[in-house]
């Protein structure tokens, strides 16, 4: 939803704000999840989310962590 709203909004972050109000969503935590679709999706080179449930990070967040953080 919110990448397909990237080019009509110019950004990541402005299609973010516009989608987070639609969805209920803190824009925070919505720029979180499309940060880790991408992830996901090998569209940014990071730790992936089965990647992260597998390290059992503490609360697993769906956040991009440098290659120099994984155990």
Do not use: N
């Given at each position: 939803m919110v990448l397909?709203?990237?080019e009509e909004a110019g950004s990541v972050t402005k299609a973010v704000a516009v989608v987070a109000p639609e969805v209920e969503v803190g824009r925070g935590t919505l720029r979180r999840w499309v940060s880790q679709r991408r992830v996901d999706a090998g569209l940014k080179d990071?730790?992936?989310?089965?990647e992260l449930a597998e390290m059992k990070w503490p609360g697993r967040l769906a956040v991009c962590r440098p290659q120099f953080w994984q155990r």
């Amino acid at each position: 939803m919110v990448l397909d709203r990237v080019e009509e909004a110019g950004s990541v972050t402005k299609a973010v704000a516009v989608v987070a109000p639609e969805v209920e969503v803190g824009r925070g935590t919505l720029r979180r999840w499309v940060s880790q679709r991408r992830v996901d999706a090998g569209l940014k080179d990071c730790s992936t989310s089965e990647e992260l449930a597998e390290m059992k990070w503490p609360g697993r967040l769906a956040v991009c962590r440098p290659q120099f953080w994984q155990r």
